[in-house]
Structure formats: structure tokens, C-alpha cells
């Protein structure tokens, strides 16, 4: 289930699309016009916008850039407009998708489902400058390329990596990595800890050794 701002000032349409989102197991929340939208935005967590263009007081165009201006969240526009240009504007402003009037409202949900889909994995993802952790799909990539590594090397940087910035003790990382009841020592660390520098190349610098404590992933600039 997804949290949805629809917006569109032609009622009909508003309440025929959020009662169709309600069915497919959405939360829907409705706007008459891009203010509303806008007001609406700020006070709530959602998921995704689907915003008309052609609204008073406010239309999507502009609604759109002040919610990009809170935070990023992905947006289909609703147009009765097919021009090029009005398509090419609504891309560069940070639109997902484009759906002309009239529309199927099951081929909506769909190209819903599909930005919902990629934002999912996308949210999975680590990123330092061109160095990708991604959980989901169990893999590193650096400046575009694959980097295959040990098990254990991945789950190091994992844990490193999501606590990048913060201190972590020898213990903390054994615990983590290899259990609890893994009986370990210093050595074993710190040999997993040069092959994970050996691996990540020059972004092996990132990860800092603190004498007495243990290692800190350094945040980048």
C-alpha cells in the first residue's frame, strides 16, 4: 500500500481516480487545486503525487516545484495538453510520468505500480559518490562496474557503510558480522578489514582505522 496526493480540479475525475486507488489498497488523499496539493504535501509523508496540470490558484507545474522543494517525491502529471514541449517541461521539472486525458485509469495504476516498484529498490540503495551498495540485490558497484567480493567483505561494508560517520568497536563489528557466539579475534578483523580496503580501490581511504576502539566509515564531502 502506497500513500497518494491526487490533485485535479475537475471533481469527477478526483473522486473517480481516489476511489479506484482506495480499491487497488492505496491511501488517497485528495486536492481541488495546487495549493490545496501543496498544503496537503507539507503536513503529510507521501508516497507519491499525481498531479493535474491545468489547476487554478496553483497548477501542477508550479505545485510540483515547491514540493520538490521540501523533499523528492515522484509525480505523474494529468494533462488534457499533448504538446512536446508541455511533456519535455513537466520531465525536467522532476515529473516520473506524463498521462493525457483521457486516460485508463488501470493503465494508471500500473505505471503507478511501476515507479512505486522502482523507487522500492531504488531506497535500497547506498550511495558514496560512485560507490553503490545495493541490499536488495546483494551487490557493490564501483564507478559503474561490479565488484565481486567475499561474503563476509559485503557484510563488513554494509554495516560500515550504514553507520558511516559513527565509531564502531572491534566488538560491535565481530558481533554484527559474525555473530555473537563467533569466536574471534583481533587478526581475523583486521585480515577482512585490508581485503574490504583491497576491494573497494580508492575508496578503501573512507574507512578509518581508531586506535583502541576499532573502525569508522568516514561520511563523504
Not at 164 to 188: C, P
Request: hydrophobic share 40%; aromatic share 8%.
Amino acid at each position: 500500500m502506497a500513500k497518494l496526493l491526487v490533485a485535479d480540479d475537475e471533481e469527477k475525475i478526483r473522486e473517480m481516480l481516489g476511489k479506484y486507488a482506495l480499491h487497488e489498497g492505496h491511501e488517497v488523499t485528495l486536492a481541488s487545486n495546487g495549493s490545496e496539493a501543496l498544503q496537503l504535501f507539507k503536513n503529510g509523508d507521501f508516497d507519491l503525487v499525481i498531479l493535474d496540470v491545468m489547476m487554478p490558484e496553483m497548477d501542477g507545474y508550479e505545485a510540483l516545484k515547491r514540493m520538490k522543494e521540501i523533499r523528492d517525491v515522484p509525480c505523474i502529471f494529468l494533462t488534457a495538453l499533448g504538446q512536446e514541449y508541455d511533456r519535455i517541461y513537466g520531465f525536467d521539472i522532476g515529473a516520473e510520468d506524463y498521462v493525457t486525458k483521457p486516460f485508463s485509469l488501470k493503465e494508471l495504476m500500473m505505471r503507478i505500480k511501476v515507479i512505486l516498484k522502482r523507487e522500492s529498490r531504488e531506497s535500497n540503495k547506498i550511495i558514496v559518490k560512485d560507490l553503490v551498495v545495493d541490499e536488495g540485490a546483494h551487490t557493490v558497484t564501483l564507478n559503474g562496474e561490479r565488484v565481486e567480493m567475499a561474503n563476509k567483505e559485503y557484510e563488513l561494508l554494509l554495516y560500515l557503510i550504514k553507520n558511516r560517520g559513527n565509531a564502531l568497536t572491534r566488538q560491535s563489528i565481530i558481533s554484527k558480522v559474525w555473530g555473537y557466539e563467533y569466536d574471534s579475534d583481533d587478526r581475523t578483523l583486521d585480515t577482512h578489514m585490508k581485503l574490504l580496503r583491497k576491494d573497494l580501490k580508492e575508496y578503501g581511504n573512507y574507512i578509518t582505522t581508531i586506535r583502541g576502539v576499532g573502525y569508522r566509515f568516514e561520511k563523504e564531502d
